[in-house]
């Protein structure tokens, strides 16, 4: 049964500030890897998709890495800003199937 | 382009009670995906609808059911409302892999 870890769970920073969120997921054997953004009470928005044969994807601030033999991804975000303080949340599909198993989060404020 | 939508936004029901959610899938997405959200939890997935047809069910009760309609918008009905029902459920639609999220359901059962 697959399992996703999210750590830390929660992350307090200072803007300005690089940061790493951390994925880890039981079974290699995953068709591609999704991150998310969650805003309080809200619904989930798309960031990245690392597709298994990828190493890594980006977009503007945002990186993504997976290294499907270790069972990992991190999320790195550039230069931080208040504006990115919400949970992320990363998901692995397996096999094409598009059902995802999420990790429970990271929370991550950003302080001005 | 419209994206996911999904209503009501919130919804009060009592234990025992039957409810209905629905979904409108982006355009052209023929595949729609129901994932149930606790509080301070990952969602977890509880079924999926590919052209009007179930496929693959999450680790829920039968009294979780659910509908896909010519136009790809689905319905989820949860029958005998339980107090764990409580909690955000949101619906995904898609046409490859990528999956695109609405802004959910916020269902409250007392």
């Known amino acids: 049964k697959q399992e996703v870890t999210q750590i830390p769970a929660a992350l307090s920073v200072p803007e300005g500030e690089n940061l790493v969120l951390n994925c880890s997921f039981t079974d290699s054997a995953i068709y591609n890897l999704q991150w998310f953004r969650q805003d309080p009470g809200k619904g989930l928005t798309s960031l990245l998709l690392?597709?298994?044969?990828?190493r890594e994807q980006t977009s503007g601030r945002l990186n993504a890495s997976l290294d499907k033999s270790s069972g990992r991804s991190t999320l790195y975000i550039a230069a931080s800003q208040p504006g990115d303080s919400a949970t992320y949340l990363c998901?692995?599909?397996?096999?094409?199937?598009?059902?995802?198993?999420f990790g429970k989060g990271t929370k991550l404020t950003v302080n001005p | 382009e419209t994206g996911v939508t999904q209503s009501p936004t919130h919804l009060i029901k009592t234990r025992g009670q039957q409810v209905t959610l629905r979904c409108s899938s982006q355009?052209?997405?023929?595949?729609v995906s129901w994932y149930q959200q606790a509080l301070g939890q990952g969602p977890q997935f509880i079924f999926q609808?590919?052209?009007?047809?179930?496929?693959g069910r999450g680790n829920f009760p039968p009294r979780f059911s659910g509908l896909q309609f010519p136009n790809y918008s689905s319905e989820l009905n949860v029958n005998a409302l339980e107090l764990d029902d409580s909690a955000l459920y949101l619906c995904a639609s898609s046409l490859t892999n990528e999956q695109f999220f609405g802004p959910g359901t916020r269902l409250t059962v007392l």
């Open positions: 998901a692995v599909e397996k096999g094409g199937s598009e059902k995802l198993v």
């Open positions: 690392i597709q298994s044969s990828q």
């Open positions: 355009s052209g997405h023929n595949t």
């Open positions: 609808y590919y052209r009007e047809e179930e496929n």
